[in-house]
């Protein structure tokens, strides 16, 4: 019943809002994962529609920015994925700071040609590997967590529920085959950055 009031309201303002189909699907994807995350419904509505402004705003300035990949989490937005050259990089952060609402910008995106369909399987293969690891293991909320792979590289997003939890996360994702280096973003649950 709440989650179609929010999906109502949602479609409601679709047309108040710039690129609205992902708003409102993504909004309504928030609404039932909020539920089980450490961040309220509120907050990961927020994040949905911060995520489309952002991913907007760099769009409309360049298909360069396709390859980009983001994650936001209580205002707090992960750029990942590869750019061919510096400025690019420098320009997404530019773009993610203009959009109204963002906190903070973690920029770890990388200047490199991202590999080809062998290099995009191998980074597929250590997400998910990543994300059943998390899943079967009951003493990590694998819900609050987001994990992308870029190059063998592994970027770790959430809000972890103690150090105990943050360090198994950890530990599962540097012994996954193939990973090169871990970059943890997550925060625990009484961090005081958290809003």
């Keep these: 019943m709440i989650a179609r009031a929010f999906l109502a309201a949602g479609i409601c303002t679709a047309p108040l809002l710039s690129g609205c189909a992902p708003v409102i699907l993504g909004g309504g994807a928030a609404v039932g994962l909020a539920a089980a995350q450490e961040r309220t419904i509120g907050a990961a509505i927020d994040d ?9 705003a760099m769009l409309q ?25 510096p400025e690019d990089r420098v320009e997404a952060v530019r773009l993610t700071w203009s959009v109204p609402g ?20 191998a980074d597929a293969r250590i997400t998910s590997t990543l994300r059943v690891q998390l899943m079967g293991d009951r003493n990590v909320r694998d819900i609050n967590y987001s994990i992308d792979t870029v190059n063998g590289v592994v970027y770790l997003m959430g809000i972890a529920q103690d150090q105990a939890e943050m360090d198994r996360v950890v530990g599962y994702a540097r012994n996954i085959s193939g990973v090169k280096q871990v970059v943890n973003h997550a925060v625990l649950r009484d961090d005081p950055r958290r809003r």
């Design 102 to 121: 963002v906190r903070e910008v973690l920029n770890e995106i990388q200047v490199a040609e991202r590999g080809g369909i062998a290099a995009n399987f």
């Design 61 to 85: 300035k360049s298909n360069v920015f396709l390859r980009v990949g983001t994650e936001v989490l209580e205002g707090r937005v992960l750029l990942t994925g590869s750019v061919q050259n």
């Design 48 to 56: 949905t529609v911060l995520q489309a402004r952002v991913k907007d």
